[in-house]
């Protein structure tokens, strides 16, 4: 449980102190990040900083000795400075009862964990996963904020510590631009091409060399568009956008309703993987795994859900095998990453 409690080293800070201040304090570059492979991800963090590893995950501060503080095994020890920190928690280390409700029991079990008295809660998406952000006070007198999310059977928790509420509101500004950076490691270089939807008005940008056949439907193969998608050797995928009683829903089904519905059509059984996203600020749901193709073979599935102003908008991955849907996933949150809204 020390893990827990080391990475809540952070407290406070309530929202208008992040609205009013908008200089940022530290300096990112695109040179100088850290690729924490564990965990899937690319963090760009303070020019001038430096870093460490061990058991209670990554530290990164503005000199050693607070990074020796952080990372070594003596609760008295504390460092004096700022602090990044970053953790992964794998979901079976966690409580059934407290898995059972999701993210938010998740971060209700972290918080009371790490005796932090909180100040403000708050959502804003990490890698378009859906994130929750805690501002608090821990049990020593330092200040900070957290930000959570699930990722890939971890749960995974960031902060900024500081020693001093005035410290943690100069800063909250850079940490919420240091956070939004982060980006999915192995992701696929996507190009200018986009789906486009004059549905729910979004696009989204498509790998580099990817062909689109329609505004909603695009091939990673040119020489397979059109194609049977049970011989497909690449990726196809599929967006449908339409109300939701054209998709044989009720008009106030919830996402839960259409994702479940969805995933049972597809064959999704109780092996695939299933992960909070936002899409156009709502919630949305990512689902991946092996399903039958309907020729005997099997295929990869990414299926993404969600619900948008009483419409459905459906994502639908088809990969070749479960083991190339599953290399694609950083790609697929690149991609979602690039969604953006043509509403006026």
Known sequence: MRRLCLVMLFALVALPVMAQDQTPVWDLSADNYLDVQDLGFRFYYPLGWVWGSGDNGIAIAETQADVDAQLD???????????????????????????????????????????????????????????IWVTGENSSGRFGVGTFWLQNGYLILTSLGAPDEPTISESIFTWGFTIGSIEPLAAEDLGDGALVSDVSQF?????????ADTDLLVFELLEEMSSDVTSLKGIFLSVADQPLADLDFEADATLEDVSTSLAGAFGLDETATHEEFVFLDQPAIVS??????????????????????????????????????????????????????TAA
Request: net charge negative; no cysteine; hydrophobic share 45%.
């Open 203 to 211: 696009t989204m940008n498509y790998p580099d060399s990817w062909t």
């Open 73 to 131: 095994d003596d609760s008295e020890t504390r460092p004096k400075g700022k602090i990044i920190t970053i953790l992964g928690v794998p979901l079976a280390a966690l409580p059934e009862e407290v898995l059972a409700g999701g993210l938010d029991t998740v971060t209700d079990f972290v918080v009371e964990s790490g005796d932090i008295a909180e100040t403000e809660r708050f959502e804003l998406p990490v890698m378009a996963r859906r994130s």
């Open 288 to 341: 991946w795994g092996e399903i039958d193709d309907g020729s005997g073979g099997k295929r990869g599935l990414i299926l993404t859900s969600s619900v948008v102003d009483g419409n459905a908008v459906v994502f639908v991955l088809l990969a070749p095998t479960v083991e190339r849907a599953a290399e694609f996933m950083p790609t697929w949150v690149a991609m979602m990453q690039s969604v953006t809204s």
